[in-house]
């Protein structure tokens, strides 16, 4: 079983519920109406791939799939969350505008990790 994927995934979701908190009570009198939606998609997208690092881990643990690209998957969703998540809480909370360009790039993360998941599950041998 993959373990990482598990404890990164959980403590990257417990985060996401902390950093959600914080800005649902924390920045709302701080924070534009824009600021706080795009604090908010910044901690739904946390969220939503913490929750594929615990799949990669159960899928492992579990057997379903295995081999080599579920790691390799995992390392995807959790860059996709520094970059995307992290360069987006960045943005808000600094108004640094060169970080724009790196949310993109956390987006092309996720979308090969979920990639290399079915790759990773199409090449598992059949079972009748």
């Keep these: 079983m993959l373990l990482w994927p598990l404890i990164l995934g ?3 979701a417990m985060t996401a519920v902390m950093a959600g908190a914080f800005g649902a009570h ?3 009198s701080v924070l534009s109406p824009r600021g706080l939606e795009v604090f908010q998609t910044a901690v739904t997208y ?3 791939h913490s929750l594929a690092l615990i799949l990669v881990a159960l899928v ?4 379903i799939v295995r081999g ?4 390799l998957a995992a390392g995807f ?6 970059l995307f998540s992290g360069s987006l809480y960045l943005l808000v909370l600094t108004e640094m505008s060169w ?9 092309v993360c996720f979308i090969v990790g979920w990639a290399l998941l079915i790759v990773a599950a199409l090449k598992q ?4």
Excluded: D, E, Y
Excluded at 60 to 63: A, Q
């Design 125 to 128: 041998p059949r079972q009748t």
């Design 46 to 48: 946390q969220m939503n």
């Design 77 to 82: 969703f959790a860059a996709g969350i520094v």
């Design 26 to 28: 924390g920045l709302r």
């Design 10 to 12: 959980a403590a990257l």
């Design 68 to 71: 080599r690209l579920l790691a």
């Design 99 to 107: 970080l724009g360009p790196v949310t993109p790039m956390g987006g």
């Design 60 to 63: 492992s643990g579990v057997g």
